[in-house]
């Protein structure tokens, strides 16, 4: 599997000058990133903002200390705002999930960076529109997947591509969610909007472990339970699955959505022949065992921004897009393999079978592992 950030690339930054955002769905989210983005960057504003509550976006705006043009153009939706043809450099979709693909789409014609809220969509047929429509376009969209940046990320990513752990034959991946009560209190309750939460969470953590696999997934096989919560509420309370790859080996992934308090973890731990490393999200922290040594380390990276230090990297990543100085680090390409072992997982999840994971943009596939570990009877 080519990972986007080790490949070398040949770009042409651009001079500074005004770099014209246009915001489509201000949300909590979509402001924060925004933020962060005028933070970075003295020339960057929020020139066109579309959102269905204007008001309450404007309220954001001044909260988020977002800075804008002097004329900020409002719009009450995307059709009026391309219709307008507005002179903008990148945009950034911060809408609820359902709307994700369908905006994107509308968008595709400009031909100009996008920063796209996860999950990339929440159906196959929402799956294969994004394929087909950015299949030249995949670098210029920065999927938001903050953990994957993260400095704890790639420490512990460092560890293993410097062949500390040598071969690794496993990855066991937990997300306990602390604040699972989000997901039947709020909007996300809505599974027509949210398509479930596989999709709404676990997208992250297969984005990750695909990552830290550096190798292409072939077949998933998963299930999933709602024990504690209720009908109406349509979603999961607990799911695990386990991805097999190209290379031989497979990953475990679990989330649980009725974690409360401090049992709340987020992490990995992935084993190789000279060693084992853990990490978690929740404490900063990761820990080295040596198999060949008796030798243990353990250290803490401390960050103070969103998403385990994820958000500002993703920040920078979009504003180097714009400028040409960079492609994205979390493209759509890495998008859709994620939303596609999603989709898997439900289809496994639903169907009590292995299913396939699709190679995104029409890659070649991934062969089929030619050997059996174990004889048939």
């Known amino acids: ?33 925004t933020q962060l983005i005028t933070e970075q960057d003295e020339h960057a504003q929020l020139d066109v903002l579309v959102d269905p509550n204007p008001q309450k976006a404007q309220e954001r705006i001044t909260q988020n200390k977002i800075r804008t ?14 219709q307008s043809g507005p002179e903008i450099h ?32 929440i159906n196959w047929q929402q799956y294969e529109q994004l394929e087909k429509t950015y299949a030249a376009q995949s670098d210029k969209v920065v999927i938001s997947f903050p953990l994957r940046v993260t400095p704890l990320l790639q420490a512990v990513r460092e560890y293993i591509t410097q062949g500390r752990l040598g071969t690794i034959n496993q990855i066991q991946a937990v997300n306990n969610v602390s604040y699972g009560s989000v997901y039947v209190d ?9 398509g479930g939460l596989w999709l709404q969470k676990a997208t992250h953590d297969f ?26 509420v349509l979603h999961q309370d607990a799911g695990s699955a386990i991805v097999q790859y190209d290379s031989g080996f497979h990953a475990n992934y679990t989330q649980n959505f009725i ?13 190789g022949e000279d060693g084992t490393i853990s990490f978690d999200w929740t404490t900063d922290q990761f820990t080295f065992h040596s198999h060949k040594q008796n030798r243990v380390e353990t250290v803490t990276i401390k960050t103070d921004t969103g998403h385990g230090g994820g958000d500002p990297i993703l920040a920078k990543n979009f504003l180097d897009v714009i400028r040409n100085r ?35 943009f029409g890659d070649q596939a991934p062969s089929p592992i030619s050997r059996r570990v174990e004889p048939l009877e």
Not at 4 to 20: A, E, L, W, Y
Not at 69 to 82: K, R
Not at 208 to 232: F, G, K
């Open 90 to 121: 990148g945009v950034i979709i911060g809408v609820r999930c359902n709307l994700h693909t369908p905006l994107a789409l509308k968008l595709a014609s400009l031909n100009i960076p996008l920063f796209l809220e996860k999950p990339v969509c």
């Open 207 to 232: 984005d990750y472990i695909h990552y830290l696999a550096n190798a292409m997934p072939l077949c998933i096989t998963a299930m999933h339970s709602r024990c504690v919560w209720q009908e109406p």
């Open 1 to 33: 599997m080519t990972l986007v950030s080790d490949t070398q690339h040949t770009v042409t930054p651009s001079k500074p000058s005004t770099i014209r955002l246009a915001a489509i769905g201000l949300g909590e989210r979509a402001a924060w990133i």
């Open 69 to 82: 043009a002097q004329n900020l153009a409002v719009f009450d939706s995307i059709d009026a705002m391309l």
């Open 259 to 271: 974690t409360r308090q401090g049992a709340g973890r987020r992490g990995a731990t992935i084993t």
């Open 326 to 360: 960079d492609v994205s680090q979390t493209p759509l390409r890495e998008g859709l393999l994620s939303a596609g072992t999603c989709l898997a997982a439900r289809d496994s999840a639903n169907q009590l079978k292995v299913v396939n994971i699709p190679t995104p």
């Open 186 to 194: 709020s909007w996300y309750r809505d599974y027509e909007q949210t």
